[in-house]
């Protein structure tokens, strides 16, 4: 049982550039979300989604966008990177039921040059 | 004000001590609490959820005081593995979470 798996782990990007940060998770978790990490500060909310076909914006939606187009996989595209999405990047899955916690993937280290 | 406040620590404790956090939260309508484990460069791991009645797993108690809108967690006997960030995690309904900044641990030898 693989849980939440997140590719890449690490990333290099140029200004300008695009890509697409993968999530996918085996538990059947209709909740996925989209958080960044950065230092001093708490994880932030990018965006989530309650089941196939509905996203929303999370606190910090902005340059980013998502699909949920099946159960399993939840992408984050970054459409023009900039200096300030360097950040550290979770996925993170739940039962529908929000009193049940999170399940974060390992993370995928951004760097924009 | 945060929505979510935790004291950034560090706290350096020797093996054996008892430790305990706090944080408080801004909104009295939040509905479920939770402390998680962060390793370095690690994700956050979900640690134990926080009731109103107070709950134990082993060396960790956790507390909840709705009245005074903080939550806190114990760790007796402290372990060189307890070291990590732990952070505190406030629920205010329809997937609303808001995570605090954590607070940094070191146990020492």
């Known amino acids: 049982n693989a849980g939440v798996t997140q590719t890449p782990k690490f990333q290099v990007l140029k200004t300008g550039q695009s890509m697409t940060l993968q999530c996918a998770q085996d538990m059947n978790h209709e909740y996925m979300s989209w958080y960044r990490q950065d230092p001093g500060m708490g994880l932030r909310l990018i965006h989530y989604?309650?089941?196939?076909?509905?996203?929303d914006q999370g606190e910090v939606p902005n340059g980013y966008n998502v699909s949920r187009s099946t159960t399993e996989d939840f992408p984050l595209r970054l459409l023009s990177a900039a200096p300030s999405q360097t950040s550290v990047y979770f996925c993170?899955?739940?039962?529908?039921?929000?009193?049940?916690?999170?399940?974060f993937g390992s993370g995928t280290r951004l760097t924009v040059v | 004000r945060k929505e979510v406040e935790q004291d950034p620590g560090p706290f350096n404790v020797p093996e054996g001590a008892t430790v305990a956090f706090n944080c408080t939260y801004s909104n009295s309508a939040s509905q479920s609490f939770f402390w998680y484990r962060q390793d370095c460069r690690k994700e956050p791991k979900l640690l134990m959820s926080v009731y109103s009645s107070g709950n134990e797993d082993g060396r960790f108690t956790a507390q909840l005081n709705r009245a005074s809108q903080y939550i806190s967690l114990l760790i007796r006997d402290s372990k060189l593995s307890d070291s990590a960030t732990y952070l505190c995690?406030?629920?205010?309904?329809?997937?609303?979470?808001?995570f605090g900044a954590g607070t940094r641990l070191f146990v020492k030898a």
């Open positions: 989604s309650v089941g196939a076909g509905i996203t």
């Open positions: 993170a899955s739940s039962h529908r039921t929000e009193s049940y916690g999170y399940t």
């Open positions: 995690v406030v629920n205010t309904g329809g997937f609303k979470t808001i």
